[in-house]
């Protein structure tokens, strides 16, 4: 039996776009974990889990955490509605929601220019900075799961360590997986990688630019939205 070991180039080429938007979630959830009182814009789950610990712990509630669960339902809802809407339009579809992210984004860098939303976390200034990235992200992954023959995971990291992990195991171990090991090590490390990279860009930005530090992942988001929706054809992704 003959096993192929040629990398598997559609799989590298469909994973690029989301390892970008990765990079972009990652700037995003450190940006605002750090400058607005510990919210998750991303990884949006994980404010369940502080809300859980505040209410055992009698801790007053931080208002945009507990607005960002319905707010992510609410955009995912809507681009449900956009791609059912524009159905085997998928070109549409994608420039509509990561259009919608980079606006979204934009919107909160140019709210982050009207104070000091960091000294005020519950203030209506940072609830609607926070509120702004939360939906970008809505957008982001709701694109993911709409578009792409594969729904990838660019916030929560887990599967995707999981994922490259065993696939990387498997490579070293052999045992006549290369080939399946290859295409899983491809589609899950450079989600991590990216993820990981743009937390700790995102810390970085937090650290020079403070409260503006929003402008960053807004940025990253109009330069992948204006690389990705006048390109012809329809991505292999």
Not at 29 to 36: G, I, N
Not at 66 to 88: E, Y
Not at 99 to 114: E, I, M, N, R, T
Not at 118 to 123: L, W
Request: charge should be positive.
């Amino acid at each position: 039996m003959i096993v192929t070991t040629v990398a598997p180039t559609a799989e590298r080429t469909a994973v690029r776009l989301p390892a970008a938007l990765s990079f972009i979630a990652g700037v995003t959830d450190v940006t605002s974990w750090l400058l607005l009182g510990g919210l998750f814009t991303a990884h949006i789950t994980g404010n369940l889990v502080v809300l859980a610990a505040d209410a055992v712990t009698g801790t007053p509630p931080h208002l945009a955490a507990v607005l960002a669960l319905p707010a992510f339902v609410v955009v995912t809802v809507a681009a449900t509605w956009v791609a059912r809407t524009f159905g085997t339009h998928r070109a549409r579809t994608r420039r509509t929601l990561l259009g919608a992210q980079a606006v979204l984004l934009l919107a909160a860098a140019v709210l982050s220019f009207a104070g000091r939303a960091s000294a005020q976390p519950d203030g209506a200034l940072a609830v609607s900075i926070g509120l702004c990235a939360v939906c970008a992200m809505a957008a982001q992954n709701a694109y993911l799961h709409l578009v792409p023959a594969k729904a990838y995971s660019t916030a929560v990291m887990t599967g995707n360590l999981v994922a490259a992990t065993i696939a990387g195991a498997d490579l070293l171990l052999g045992r006549g997986m290369t080939a399946g090991a290859r295409e899983r090590w491809t589609g899950s490390w450079p989600l991590l990688a990216g993820f990981v990279g743009g937390c700790l860009v995102g810390a970085a930005a937090s650290t020079l630019f403070g409260d503006h530090a929003a402008i960053v992942p807004a940025v990253l988001a109009a330069a992948l939205f204006c690389a990705t929706a006048f390109r012809r054809g329809e991505p292999t992704d």
